[in-house]
Each structure stands twice: as structure tokens, then as C-alpha cells.
């Protein structure tokens, strides 16, 4: 029987399988961050130990970073202490840092492919649980609890049962203004936010193959928001291009070389999966939540669900998330005021997200009262989007292009939106109090997200295409 391409990449990194238990399985990469590392690297030094293999591990500073004046002094004193820490900690343990002011500084998932440092076949790492994003260039990607990144560390395996697979096939062509965020957050919407429970997920068909690698890894990014362990994309041409040039990509003969190897990272024709979804391209429009976990989303046409179409299991939860949101049961969601936009995250914040805004907005201005925070997702993003003359674009529009970091994708930093307030976000989360205590989160696309800075209220984004195209 053939195999999948999860079971290809699992199989080449397993060092031991212990009988009647997990296998010690190999790490090829660990990404660090400042707010699961300082207690792993607090275990080494208890134990007098150095991280075992630092070459294979890359630190940056993301989710504690201010994302203005970045020069200055971090003001959040727990923010400054772990950011210092990690300085500190990759000093001594000999680990490489993008810290505050180094160019390849960013977000962690941002940084890792737009460098070339993520690359199919791998297995990859990191003490943050959107590092299933790096699965979109065919790899084994997951998030890891504080202890794991001290056993990464200490021994660069871990100790790993072998998930169960799935697989979801979209096919088709995707309807005007649906992104890949869309695509998401329409699947979480169908088996809800606990559907991929104890599944590595692959994601396949003719709509996924047409997506560029900025957007697949919109999708990966996400797989965790239905319980998945991690999620994957086959590698392919679009993959080959994105990587090739990248600062850490391999060069001449080595390219070469990988490339044969890669190219053998696909599911065979008789592979099997415990599980396969199905879906048409077709049936997604523009999406958006409504609730307090990702998998409460409807398309921005649609109602919000009364008590009565949900299950039994389910309705305390809409009746608590609805008082949470201060919205109703059976309401159009389509109309609602908008307080803060939030365009950036691990999700959409790399050039092609900040692309698609500016060229939605160019010659707008935003609603007098919404206040727009576009944060991107690394230096060199940041970089791109100004050589390229989109802060000028953003500035005209009345949106505020800040300095790369996680920012209101989680209250951790100085960017929170206030209780109350409506934020759409292009961010992966909408839990009460994930931006800010009291924050009410609606996840949307960049589009969407744009469509309400203009008008100040959850608007489809297709009818400002349509009015603009007349």
C-alpha cells in the first residue's frame, strides 16, 4: 500500500520507536520566541547542559515586541525582562538571534520561510502552536509545550505517538474576493473548532494547487483552530520558486539535490487516510466570525444561528459567546459597526496580504471612526511594503503601518484593542479577552478586513469591488 506524504517525512525522522509506546522522533529545525524559551533554557542550565545542537535552532522576538519605536526601550516590564532573557539565554547557549533591529527580525512563522530556513521533507518545531504554517511547504510542523522545548534542546528529538490523518480535497475555482483565509475558516465552520481532534491534516485538490505558498501557509497556519495536531501541502512547482533564492536556501549542486528529493514528497495514488473531507470551492464566499472560537463563522451574507439550528451540545456555548459579542441570535452579521481593524499576525501579515489591501484601498479613505493597524510580519516585509510604495498607500488611506511584531493578534504587548470595542482581525484567534480583556474579535480575510476600514462596519467586500469595477 502506498503512503501519504505525512507517513513519508514521519518515517525518515524516527529514531527509535519504544514498544507499546511513543517514538523518539527527529527534529530538523526548533524556532525559539521569548515566551517559551526562558523556562526551557532555565531547565538546561539547572542541569549544567548546553542546547545540544544550536546550529538547528533560530530565536526571534515577536509576540512580547512593541510595534512602534522599536529603537526605544520595551516600556511592558515583563515584555522587556523577556526579551532581554532571550537575548541572554541565545548568547550563551550559542543560538542564532533576530532579536529588536536585526533585519530577519519578525514574526517567527513569517521569518522562517521568507528566509529559505523552512523547506519540504523537514521536521519543525517551535513552543507556539501556529507552527503548523511551516506545513504548507511540506513539512511535519507542530507546536510544542514549554518542556518540550527543554527536550528539543537537551537532545533535538522528542518523543512523539504517530497522529491519525486526514485529509481535505478542495476542488474547483474559488468565487470572487474568497481568499485562502475564507477557505479556513469556511472548513473550521463545517466540522467546528474541534473536528481535526488527534489528526494531522493534509490539505489537497485543484483550489489548494492554485493557491500561491504565502497563501497555503494562511491555511496551515490555522489547522490547529480545529484541533488538528498540524497541517500539511504537498510540495510542487509553486513551492520549488518560492524557495529557490531564499537567504538560506540551498545553492548549486545542493539545490540539485534536494530537488530530487523533494520532489517525491506527495501522497501516493493508494495511499489511505482514516478520514477524508470533501469540499467544492464553489460553496465558500467571503467569511467572518461572529462568536468566540474560530470554528463560529458564517459567510458575511449569511445570519448569525438562532439556539434552534445549532445542537444540543452547542447552544449554552452560542447563548454565552452571543452575551460575550453583545450580538443576537438570527441577526445579519453583514452591517455591524467596526471599531479597530487589525490587518497582521503569523496568519496575514506577510507581502502578498499587505499587497491585497493596498491595491483594495488605493484612492480610499478609511470610515472616520475606525482606527487601522497594519502590522507586518518581519523587517523585510516591512522593507518590501515601503520600497514598493504601499506605506504611502496606507498613509493616504488613513491606516497606520506599524513596525513587525504579533501585536493585537494577542494581548501580550502594548497593542490591545479596548473591552468593548470591535476589532475584525486577520489573526487565527477570537477568544474572549485574546486581544485585549473585554476585546469582541471577528476573524475575516484581509479583504474583508479592509472592506470594513472604509466603511466602518462588516461589509462583502464584493460589492465594493463591483461598484469600483462599474
Not at 511551516?134 to 528539543?152: L, Q, R, Y
Not at 498607500?393 to 490591545?416: H, T, V, W, Y
Request: proline share 4%.
Amino acid at each position: 500500500m502506498g503512503k501519504t506524504l505525512f507517513e513519508k517525512i514521519w518515517e525518515k525522522h524516527v529514531v527509535k520507536q519504544i514498544e507499546g509506546g511513543p517514538s523518539v522522533f527527529y527534529i530538523d529545525k526548533h524556532f525559539i520566541h521569548e515566551v517559551t524559551s526562558p523556562q526551557a533554557f532555565t531547565g538546561l542550565n539547572k542541569r549544567g547542559i548546553k542546547v545540544f545542537r544550536p546550529e538547528q535552532t533560530i530565536a526571534t522576538a515577536d509576540h512580547n515586541v512593541p510595534t512602534l519605536n522599536q529603537h526605544l526601550p520595551i516600556k511592558e516590564e515583563l515584555s522587556r525582562l523577556q526579551v532581554e532573557a532571550l537575548k541572554k539565554n541565545c548568547a550563551e547557549h550559542g543560538v542564532e538571534l533576530y532579536g529588536l533591529g536585526h533585519p530577519f527580525q519578525g514574526i517567527v512563522h513569517v521569518i522562517g520561510p521568507e528566509l529559505g530556513i523552512t523547506q519540504p521533507g523537514m521536521t519543525i518545531v517551535c513552543g507556539d502552536s501556529h507552527t503548523s504554517t511551516h506545513g504548507a511547504f511540506g513539512a511535519i510542523a507542530f507546536g510544542i509545550g514549554t518542556s518540550e522545548v527543554e527536550m528539543v534542546m537537551a537532545t533535538q528529538c522528542l518523543l512523539q505517538s504517530k497522529p491519525k490523518l486526514m485529509r481535505i480535497n478542495i476542488e474547483g475555482v474559488l468565487n470572487e474576493a474568497v481568499v485562502s483565509k475564507d477557505i479556513i475558516l469556511y472548513i473550521i465552520s463545517k466540522i467546528s473548532a474541534s473536528g481535526a481532534t488527534g489528526y494531522f491534516v493534509e490539505y489537497a485538490g485543484s483550489a489548494i494547487r492554485s493557491l500561491s505558498m504565502e497563501a497555503r501557509m494562511t491555511i496551515c497556519n490555522m489547522s490547529i483552530e480545529m484541533g488538528a495536531r498540524g497541517g500539511m501541502i504537498a510540495p510542487d512547482e509553486t513551492t520549488f520558486h518560492y524557495i529557490k533564492g531564499k537567504t538560506f536556501a540551498p545553492q548549486g549542486e545542493a539545490w540539485n539535490h534536494k530537488l530530487v528529493y523533494w520532489k517525491t514528497l506527495y501522497t501516493d495514488a493508494d495511499a489511505k487516510f482514516d478520514n477524508e473531507i470533501n469540499i467544492d470551492a464553489a460553496d465558500i464566499e467571503p467569511m467572518i466570525t461572529y462568536g468566540t472560537n474560530p470554528g463560529m463563522g458564517i459567510g458575511v451574507t449569511q445570519k448569525i444561528p438562532t439556539a434552534d439550528t445549532v445542537n444540543e451540545n452547542d447552544r449554552s456555548g452560542l447563548s454565552k459567546s452571543l452575551a460575550y459579542m453583545g450580538l443576537q441570535e438570527g441577526a445579519a452579521i453583514k452591517g455591524q459597526k467596526i471599531d479597530y481593524v487589525f490587518i497582521g499576525s503569523c496568519t496575514n501579515s506577510r507581502i502578498e496580504d499587505l499587497r491585497m489591501v493596498a491595491s483594495f484601498v488605493k484612492g480610499k479613505k478609511k470610515a472616520a471612526e475606525v482606527e487601522v493597524w497594519i502590522v507586518p510580519g518581519s523587517k523585510q516585509v516591512e522593507k518590501q511594503a515601503i520600497e514598493e510604495g504601499i506605506d504611502k498607500i496606507f498613509a493616504d488611506a488613513g491606516f497606520m503601518l506599524r513596525q513587525p511584531g504579533c501585536s493585537a493578534c494577542l494581548g501580550m504587548n502594548e497593542d490591545k484593542i479596548p473591552s468593548g470595542k470591535y476589532c475584525i482581525s486577520t489573526s487565527n484567534r477570537n477568544f474572549e479577552g485574546r486581544q485585549g480583556a473585554g476585546a469582541r474579535t471577528l476573524l475575516a480575510s484581509p479583504l474583508t478586513a479592509a472592506a470594513a476600514a472604509i466603511t466602518g462596519k462588516v461589509t462583502d467586500v464584493r460589492e465594493l469591488i463591483s461598484n469600483t469595477n462599474q
